[in-house]
């Protein structure tokens, strides 16, 4: 990474990180559990598949940028991401 996470203020503890990143891979489960539910109602399913979609990819993207906070090497976590347009992004904040 270009620049470390010191450079935007007090240091973060990698305890920190870590609580941030299982905070992160909750919410995911959360995200991805009410989507499901969602998706067992035939009618809601029919009716709301791009937003349910919406709702998979947020619990995606909320699990890998937890993985790349707690990561040892968080470029090779980015490089890592299955999810283009995060990891493009990503790749963008990190190349400024």
Same mark, same amino acid.
Request: charged share 25%; glycine share 6%; hydrophobic share 50%.
């Given at each position: 990474?270009?620049? &470390?996470?010191?450079?935007?203020?007090?240091?973060? &503890?990698?305890? =920190?990180?870590? #609580?941030?990143?299982?905070?992160?891979?909750? =919410?995911? +489960?959360?995200? @991805? +559990?009410? #989507?499901?539910?969602?998706?067992?109602?035939? @009618?809601? &399913?029919?009716?709301?598949?791009?937003?349910?979609?919406?709702? +998979?990819?947020?619990?995606?993207?909320?699990? @890998?940028?937890?993985?790349?906070? &707690?990561?040892?090497?968080?470029?090779?976590?980015?490089?890592?991401?299955?999810?283009? @347009?995060?990891? =493009?992004?990503?790749?963008?904040? +990190?190349?400024?």
């Amino acid at each position: 990474m270009n620049q &470390s996470l010191h450079e935007f203020g007090a240091p973060h &503890s990698a305890a =920190l990180l870590a #609580g941030i990143a299982a905070r992160l891979a909750r =919410l995911a +489960d959360q995200a @991805e +559990d009410f #989507g499901i539910v969602l998706c067992n109602d035939a @009618e809601v &399913s029919g009716r709301y598949l791009m937003q349910l979609q919406q709702i +998979d990819r947020l619990a995606q993207s909320l699990r @890998e940028m937890g993985i790349v906070l &707690s990561a040892k090497d968080p470029e090779a976590a980015v490089a890592a991401i299955r999810l283009g @347009e995060l990891r =493009l992004a990503l790749e963008k904040v +990190d190349a400024a």
